[in-house]
């Protein structure tokens, strides 16, 4: 006659499947949202970095770092505005480093990166206009130049990059315009000297 | 070149992206340099518009997400800092708080001594020798550790507290009047011997006296047999 015997699983490797189960439900948790707010991580390192292979670098860390990190993050309907100033903070970061800076600039100079110029307004955002453009966007405060970023990107009201950056919508505003006319400010006799050739 | 009085107000309308109104269209209506300066402007403010959605819109490329869940199949899963160390958190909240219960028990005992203990901390004003316990010979008031006579009782003290009266009084020793005469009499002469020894580095030669101690002069007891009518 055959016996069957009942094993209990103990303490410990009860705990052990609760874990798991626990890690098991943040990884999906997580990647539930990896698929919407990675492109805006990738987005504003490229806008900072101005470089793809440095922005696809930066928005891993990002990311990574946000899902180790994600069990500490109790309203969870922050993820975007924090992953996006954790990319944002990183992506700074390599911005500062020589290194990078000249592997940056060697590359942002190919032609290639840009798309070939086709109306008249389009003749005006050429690669000359387009580079000082991106350095004066780097002059700009960080303040500054994360609003002016997440605005310019496609489907984000000012309402959702206020709720974003932790500010109230009349500061969004009021940091767009005041960065726009920083911007132009700067770009004026460079556009002048473009339309005049 | 635009009107000086109406250039910041041209580039505030570029910028807001309106249509100008009030007395700026009357003007712009006018002035064709105003004008041609405002179409600038609105350009100029289109072409950054234009290179900051170019730059905020490119086109992720499709490696990236792959990628990302690969590198998050290798790295550990989120720790669960809080519930994973909640042991070890409670056995370090325990030991804190029982820390802190003894070093308010401490502080409370000597800070704030009762009037009991106050007494056991202050010396006697005189020490009465006794034949079993024979006074302490001149205990340094400073050293105020336990001492092994039990006549004395002396508890440690914080520093902070005013030392007891011992430590700036000499302490006072009852003895027979007779024990106190020899006394006196030896210490006068220790205190001659002693100036007589200085001289006598001076001039070797110089005989002293040798010192006589005088024996205890003790007067017979005079024992007498009690009435036998008076005994109890």
């Given amino acids: ?37 990675g492109p805006l ?43 996006v100033r954790i990319a944002f903070r990183i992506a700074l970061d390599r911005l500062r480093s020589a290194k990078r800076r000249e592997q940056r600039d060697t ?15 389009d003749i005006a955002v050429s690669n000359q206009f387009q580079g000082h453009l991106e350095r004066a966007l780097e002059e700009l405060p960080e303040k500054l130049r994360l609003v002016l970023l997440l ?11 206020a709720s974003l950056v932790a500010v109230p919508a009349g500061t969004v505003k009021s940091r767009i315009f005041l960065a726009r006319k920083k911007l132009a400010e700067k770009l004026r006799c460079h556009a002048n000297t473009i339309k005049t050739r | 070149m635009p009107c000086k009085h109406y250039k910041d107000a041209l580039v505030e ?17 006018g002035c064709d340099s105003c004008r041609s300066a405002f179409a600038e402007e609105k350009s100029l403010f289109a072409s950054i518009d234009a290179g900051l959605h170019a730059t905020s819109n490119a086109e992720v ?8 869940r690969a590198r998050l199949d290798e790295s550990p899963a989120p720790a669960r800092f809080w519930s994973a160390n909640w042991l070890v958190l409670a056995s370090a909240a325990v030991l804190l708080l029982a820390s802190f219960t003894a070093y308010s028990l401490w502080r409370t005992r000597f800070s704030n001594p009762s009037p009991s203990s106050a007494q056991t901390i202050s010396p006697p004003p005189s020490v009465t020798p006794s034949k079993d316990f024979p006074a302490p010979a001149l205990a340094s008031p400073d050293k105020q550790s336990l001492s092994s006579s039990p006549n004395t009782l002396v508890v440690r003290a914080p520093m902070r507290h005013p030392r007891p009266t011992l430590a700036t009084s000499t302490p006072e020793v009852i003895v027979p009047h007779d024990e106190e005469l020899l006394l006196t009499n030896y210490a006068q002469q220790w205190r001659q011997r002693k100036q007589l020894l200085l001289v006598a580095e001076a001039a070797t030669e110089t005989d002293f006296p040798l010192l006589q101690v005088l024996p ?17």
């Fill in chain 2, 216 to 232: 205890i002069q003790i007067n017979e007891l005079d024992v007498k047999p009690l009435v036998e009518g008076k005994s109890q």
């Fill in chain 1, 151 to 161: 605005s310019a990107m496609d489907g984000y009201t000012i309402e959702e990059i």
């Fill in chain 1, 1 to 37: 006659m055959q016996e069957l015997v009942l094993i209990q699983p103990g303490s410990a490797a009860r705990s052990e499947l609760v874990r798991e189960a626990a890690q098991a439900d943040a990884r999906r948790e997580f990647e539930e949202r990896l698929a919407e707010c």
């Fill in chain 1, 41 to 83: 991580a990738y987005r504003v390192a490229r806008g900072v970095l101005r470089n793809t292979a440095d922005a696809e670098d930066v928005a891993q860390e990002a990311l990574l770092r946000a899902y180790r990190s994600f069990d500490r993050l109790r309203d969870r309907s922050r993820f975007r505005g924090w992953l």
């Fill in chain 1, 107 to 121: 590359l942002w100079s190919q032609p290639a990166h840009l798309p070939p110029p086709t109306t008249t307004e």
């Fill in chain 2, 61 to 68: 490329p499709p490696s990236l997400l792959p990628r990302v």
């Fill in chain 2, 13 to 29: 309308a570029a910028a807001t992206g309106a249509e100008p109104q009030g007395e700026l269209r009357a003007h712009l209506a």
